[in-house]
């Protein structure tokens, strides 16, 4: 299939036709065909056939049934056209939940957004008359394999372009499936890869409402865990559901689904499987953006234009074979799971799951629980939000405050009178990180390096040896490059020596050894520039401060290099590795056994920094008893709090 070049706001699939697999004629499907069935009610009977409603659409065949109503194709026999014409009865629809849909869709006016034409009603129903698309639903499609990787990412541009345009006009969506997702077999000059329908209980942002307050309205396993609990739905919940059904087009499994309502519901707001664990052929960054757009937490999900974004981008970078992803329902449980990983794994879509759980006997289900629960207690182990590696508003708050307080800091005390009052400078610094994490960080180290450039070259140096590592190594999470400053804060109030601790809460050990070895390499700049004994001094090879910071060569032959052959080196990388190894000492599986391994721990670490003083011949670390102790009970509380969170 050779794709058409993508436009600036849709992404379209080539005149000629869209997928290989629609050459069958006859397959004309009304947009609001399948509708999400939440209530127990008995869908209204179709009208007679040659019925003339609304005095210009008359009635020709049923084209299929929803919750609500019942749709037709008409002909309007004013304009001699071809339309959809759902009819939902007035006993069906006491709250007019109907008409409000036509409010809703009145709105919007979007090639991937099917047009509702009018709408009206007499003594027996309500009509929306909309567009005709002639194709099939996404739901279809994905069920037959019909679809390449790269048909699923034209698609979900198109959707992306669509909810877009919804969200700006205040209409939320809160049903996107691929049921509710018509693909046309045809593109029409300016048109999308699909067309999104079925605003009927969507919510208008001005507090429009479609349904009744407390109403938990949409398909399960599709639906944001927020919407699932009642709670108030914005734009994310969306993006929530379209990422559900970019996951499943791109790997044949909606990992929400069960086998009943019961365990399904269970899934909702899961955290689930990286989606380059399943298809490790994917690009890197469109996994990422698809994993983002599922998060269990709305403020963590990316918006729709990154969504946006990231699909175009990946378009050419994926395989356009269409193939079926479906696979014996008979097969065991644990192989299918294996067999569909090891296929993804080498780029194969074909083994294919079609739902590995929906054929799962009570054992398996249970096998499934317990290793739920396993993994559960392995995050709850490790996890923290301390660091987190995508930062909703209260995380780059944080961050922003971090880096104001940090700036504000260096402003005062590292060289001549600053250009800017000192509350000026933190505070951009600060704005500056929460708004734009990494740019703002590198931006706020940039203009502290130019300002001390002209009459401190010197201490310029030392502080682009400080950060220079921190992107490095703490890629994946900008909140925390400020964090290592708080060595040195520690060591200001003698207390050093318990930094290990406060790295260790961090959820992956990288993340812990790099917050570890920072801190020890931090607190040893600022010790020489200071000349001030925080923690274990400075060798008497690194000379003052007045003797070098006028110059970059002096303060490499007599800061840099006296440091790096003394013990800071040393001292990064106990602190490393204590920080690493902190969560599998101290695991919460009893009080007692907490208490014993981070005593245990705090003081090989002590007596560890004790040795490291004694072989270069230092003296003893400022406040190494009572850093130990504080790291000790520090390194039990924290762990005791994120056990009953």
């Not at 006859?26 to 005095?55: F, M, Q, Y």
């Not at 060595?487 to 207390?495: E, K, Q, R």
Request: charged share 20%; with cysteine.
């Amino acid at each position: 299939m050779t794709p058409r070049a993508l436009g600036p706001s849709t992404c379209n699939f080539p005149a000629s036709g869209q997928f290989p697999a629609l050459a069958r004629k006859d397959r004309v499907l009304s947009t609001t065909k399948a509708e999400s069935v939440n209530h127990v009610r008995t869908p209204a009977p179709a009208a007679l056939a040659g019925e003339l409603v609304l005095d210009r659409y008359r009635l020709q065949r049923r084209l299929g049934a929803g919750g609500m109503g019942v749709v037709h194709l008409a002909r309007d026999e004013h304009l001699e056209r071809d339309v959809a014409v759902k009819r939902i009865a007035i006993e069906l629809d006491p709250d007019g939940r109907g008409e409000r849909e036509a409010l809703a869709a009145a709105r919007l006016s979007h090639p991937g957004i099917v047009a509702l034409y009018e709408s009206g009603r007499d003594d027996e129903a309500v009509y929306l008359v909309s567009e005709l698309v002639v194709g099939r639903t996404l739901a279809e499609l994905l069920r037959e394999g019909a679809l390449s990787d790269r048909d699923a990412l034209r698609i979900g541009v198109t959707l992306c372009d669509a909810l877009e345009h919804a969200h700006a006009r205040g209409v939320i969506h809160r049903d996107v499936k691929p049921s509710n997702v018509m693909c046309p077999d045809r593109i029409e000059e300016g048109g999308g890869a699909a067309k999104l329908t079925d605003f009927g209980i969507a919510r208008m942002a001005d507090g429009d409402v479609l349904t009744r307050t407390g109403d938990i309205i949409g398909t399960l396993a599709y639906m944001a865990p927020e919407q699932a609990r009642g709670k108030r739905v914005t734009g994310a919940a969306d993006v929530y559901a379209l990422g559900i059904v970019l996951y499943e087009a791109l790997t044949g499994v909606n990992p929400i689904r069960a086998g009943n309502p019961a365990a399904t519901a269970r899934r909702v707001g899961m955290r689930l499987p990286a989606l380059q664990r399943v298809r490790r052929d994917l690009p890197t960054q469109l996994c990422r953006v698809i994993d983002a757009a599922v998060a269990p937490d709305p403020d963590a999900r990316v918006s729709v234009g990154t969504l946006r974004r990231a699909l175009a981008g990946a378009v050419d970078l994926v395989d356009d074979d269409p193939g079926p992803i479906a696979a014996p329902r008979e097969r065991s449980l644990t192989a299918t799971r294996r067999a569909f990983v090891d296929a993804t794994r080498t780029g194969r879509r074909r083994l294919g799951v079609d739902d590995p759980f929906s054929g799962e006997t009570p054992a398996q289900r249970r096998a499934q629980d317990r290793a739920m629960r396993r993994r559960r207690a392995e995050a709850t182990r490790t996890g923290t939000v301390i660091v987190p590696e995508r930062l909703g508003p209260s995380d780059r708050m944080v961050a922003g405050m971090v880096a104001a307080a940090v700036v504000g800091t260096a402003l005062a005390s590292l060289g001549p009178e600053p250009p800017v009052a000192i509350s000026a400078g933190a505070f951009a610094a600060g704005i500056a990180v929460a708004l734009l994490p990494r740019a703002g960080w590198l931006l706020s180290v940039f203009a502290l390096v130019m300002w001390l450039s002209v009459e401190a070259p010197g201490i310029a140096l030392v502080l682009i040896v400080a950060a220079g590592p921190v992107p490095l190594v703490l890629a994946r999470q900008p909140g925390a490059w400020s964090w290592p400053a708080g060595a040195p804060l520690l060591g200001v109030a003698s207390l050093a020596g318990a930094w290990p601790a406060f790295a260790g809460q961090a959820a992956r050990w990288q993340t812990r050894a790099a917050l570890g070895a920072l801190g020890g390499w931090w607190l040893a700049l600022v010790e020489a520039m200071s000349s001030d004994r925080l923690f274990m001094g400075t060798s008497g090879d690194v000379q003052s401060r007045a003797g070098w910071e006028d110059s970059v060569i002096d303060t490499t032959r007599d800061a840099i290099v006296p440091l790096l052959s003394g013990g800071a080196v040393a001292l990064a990388a106990l602190w490393a590795v204590g920080a690493a190894l902190l969560p599998v000492l101290v695991r919460g599986r009893s009080a007692a056994v907490d208490v014993i391994a981070a005593a245990g721990w705090a003081a090989l670490l002590a007596g560890a920094t004790d040795a490291i003083a004694r072989a270069l011949a230092l003296s003893p670390p400022r406040g190494l008893v009572a850093g130990a102790i504080v790291a000790g009970l520090f390194a039990v509380a924290a762990r005791a709090v994120r056990g009953r969170a």
